[in-house]
């Protein structure tokens, strides 16, 4: 389970429930979220099952009929895993995995999977491998239980607590050796980010798989591992980069996604550190998503779950070239215009218009309006670099042109 291994592809269904909170629109696009995570994992997707319910069944998730359809379908397919959206409790897993007898994952099973794969280094994998065995642990009473209710209880009783409470003091001790691990390594990145002196520090932040590293790679010429799978980016890079001759350092870290699991939020503690203490955030939104919107609040409630939902931050709005508007025919007298028939012209003008010069619109794989870009960029990170050394104030002009003039 803890082993950073290829998977080979995998058949699986998704299972997604229609409730008050989330009507048949959204769990379509939660839907296509955990196809595109499944798809990272390595799996490809067969048939979604959706069910409409008041309240999830205490022992199954879904309903006993809606099981028994998934049963058939599993069987005659040969479904190597039913994943879904929602989180299970160890209860629930257990039950439909006695019924179904496939691998049963739920959504964050699933992304600690896709980061246990994507860990490239000691640092990642132990904060993972972290994640993991928090997550397990609650389960490993369920799977107990589920073994001695097979085998009887006579004569299995005693050895079987005896094992699940040895299986739960390994996960333990290998919980807190963990712990000291990643917080030794903590100490020693806390003393490297002391290293880097008093530079302005500039974080990107925002969804998975927006552009945050095309967009660090276009800023810094650095080659950060880009791709359009989610979870590219594990480790935070960092690098130097120098606007007109303002040097400042500028992060790379993981992305954000709706309903991060809490177990990976606290193990990349350290990772996250590298937003908290910078001085500047670049929000990085993909504007041809159709949940855009959406995905600012999920980036914007981790962020305050870190403590970072104050600080300076521009919104950067990439993939305006791939932005397209739902077409509405002007004939068209039924279908109510929503904000899915903006232009990015009239999106400005929505509640973005607030953000006061704060929003920006790039296309970084384009390289459209790069420049005015940076030149906002310059201006925010001088503000606050010549707070900090304002005796030198005179060797940053107020705009970024006057250095290409200069050059040019
Ligand atoms: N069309 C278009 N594609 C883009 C743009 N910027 C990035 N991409 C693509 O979007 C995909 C994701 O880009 P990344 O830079 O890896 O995104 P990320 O935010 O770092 O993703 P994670 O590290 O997975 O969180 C890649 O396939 C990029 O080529 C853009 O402006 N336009
Ligand atoms: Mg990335």
């Known amino acids: 389970m803890l082993e950073n291994k290829q998977r080979s592809y995998e058949t699986a269904v998704l299972i997604g429930v229609i409730t008050r909170e989330q009507p048949e629109e959204k769990v379509r696009e939660y839907l296509d979220e955990l196809e595109f995570l499944t798809y990272t994992a390595g799996g490809e997707v067969l048939k979604r099952f959706v069910q409409k319910i008041d309240s999830p069944n205490a022992k199954t ?25 929602d989180e299970l409790s160890p209860v629930q897993q257990r039950n439909i995995e006695k019924q179904l007898r496939c691998k049963i994952i739920d959504r964050t099973g699933l992304i600690l999977d896709i980061f246990a794969q994507r860990a490239a280094t000691h640092y990642a994998r ?3 491998e972290l994640a993991q065995y928090e997550y397990l642990l609650p389960r490993l009473t369920g799977l107990w239980t589920h073994l001695e209710r097979q085998r009887g209880g006579i004569g299995m009783r005693g050895p079987g607590e005896t094992e699940i409470e040895t299986d739960r003091r390994i996960v333990r001790d290998r919980i807190s050796l963990l712990k000291k691990k990643l917080v030794k390594i903590d100490k020693q990145m806390e003393t490297q980010r002391g290293n880097r002196g008093s530079l302005v520090r500039v ?6 798989n927006v552009g945050k590293s095309t967009l660090m790679n276009v800023l810094s010429k650095s080659e950060v591992f880009a791709e359009n799978k989610l979870f590219a980016t594990l480790d935070t890079t960092v690098r130097k ?3 007109g001759n303002l040097p400042f350092l500028l992060s790379d870290t993981v992305g954000f996604i709706r309903k991060l699991p809490t177990q990976l939020v606290e193990s990349f503690k350290s990772t996250l550190d590298e937003v908290r203490e910078a001085d500047l955030l670049l929000h990085v939104v993909d504007i041809s998503h159709p949940s855009f919107e959406d995905h600012i609040e999920s980036v914007r409630q981790i962020l305050s779950e870190i403590g970072s939902a104050d600080k300076k931050t521009l919104m950067v709005f990439n993939k305006i070239d791939l932005y397209e508007p739902e077409p509405l025919e002007e004939d068209d007298l039924v ?12 999106w400005e003008k929505t509640w973005m218009k607030r953000m006061d010069g704060d929003a920006l619109f790039i296309s970084a794989l384009n ?9 906002r960029l310059y201006r925010e990170v ?6 900090r050394f ?3 104030n005179f060797l940053y002009p107020e705009n970024l042109d006057q250095y290409s003039q200069e050059e040019g």
């Open 61 to 85: 998730f879904i309903g006993s009929g809606k099981l028994a359809e998934v049963e058939a379908y599993v069987k005659e397919n040969e479904v190597g895993s039913v994943i879904f959206d």
């Open 126 to 128: 132990t904060q993972v």
């Open 203 to 208: 974080a990107l932040v925002g969804y998975t």
């Open 241 to 243: 980069v120098v606007l």
């Open 335 to 346: 279908t109510e215009r929503t904000s899915r028939h903006y232009s990015i012209d009239e």
């Open 367 to 375: 390289r459209e309006n790069l420049e005015e870009f940076r030149k």
């Open 382 to 387: 001088r503000e606050i670099h010549v707070t």
């Open 390 to 392: 304002p005796y030198n």
